[in-house]
Nanobody, 114 residues
Framework: QVQLVESGGGLVQPGGSLRLSCAAS????????VGWYRQAPGKARELVAA??????NVADSVKGRFTISRDNAKNTVYLQMNSLKPEDTAVYYC?????????WGQGTQVTVSS
């Protein structure tokens, strides 16, 4: 089993920045994919960015503004979000996948508003 705990959400003005963190614990060696999803009110959950092996995938809507990275020594995945827009407002979820299961964090709220 793997446990994922997000942190770093909050309220930020348009154009501002936030960094989300996702700390993983448990059987993390089996994880081959980690990433971030988000879900805005009334909308489906969508992929923001993910790292699969050595490949990074970033949604077009955040490309050039958001960067995903991982620190294997700390079992932590980060999402650096710059130039935030009101449409980035959502609950952001950390996600991990091994060959048997998908794992989700509890989510962290990001609100972009003036």
């Amino acid at each position: 089993q793997v446990q994922l705990v997000e942190s770093g959400g909050g309220l930020v003005q348009p154009g501002g920045s936030l960094r989300l963190s996702c700390a993983a614990s448990g059987s993390t060696l089996s994880i081959y994919e980690v990433g971030w999803y988000r879900q805005a009110p009334g909308k489906a959950r969508e992929l923001v960015a993910a790292i699969t092996g050595g490949t990074t995938n970033v949604a077009d809507s955040v490309k050039g503004r958001f960067t995903i990275s991982r620190d294997n020594a700390k079992n932590t995945v980060y999402l650096q979000m710059n130039s935030l827009k009101p449409e980035d407002t959502a609950v952001y979820y950390c996600h991990g996948r091994d060959f048997l299961n998908d794992y989700w964090g509890q989510g962290t709220q990001v609100t972009v508003s003036s």
